[in-house]
């Protein structure tokens, strides 16, 4: 099956995700995929913050400096 270059740009715009993940793999040989549980240190009223987004939202603190950052 010959692929055109208009199906090839489709398939690694649609799969870019993919495709950037195999590549920070093929450089560090490490699976940027799952969780890692990692130390910091927040201001108390950051901490305060997160709580408060929290309980409103009913997320836990991750997933919400998660989301935060995927909007950077």
């Given at each position: 099956m010959q692929l055109n270059e208009e199906k090839v740009?489709?398939?690694?715009?649609?799969?870019k995700e993919m495709f950037d993940t195999l590549e920070q793999y093929d450089k560090t040989r490490e699976w940027p995929i799952g969780k890692e549980?990692?130390?910091?240190?927040l201001s108390r009223k950051t901490i305060?913050?997160?709580?408060?987004?929290?309980?409103?939202?009913?997320?836990?603190i991750s997933n919400i400096i998660?989301?935060?950052l995927e909007k950077l």
């Open positions: 740009n489709y398939i690694l715009h649609k799969y549980r990692i130390d910091i240190t305060l913050k997160l709580r408060r987004i929290k309980e409103k939202t009913g997320k836990n998660e989301k935060a």
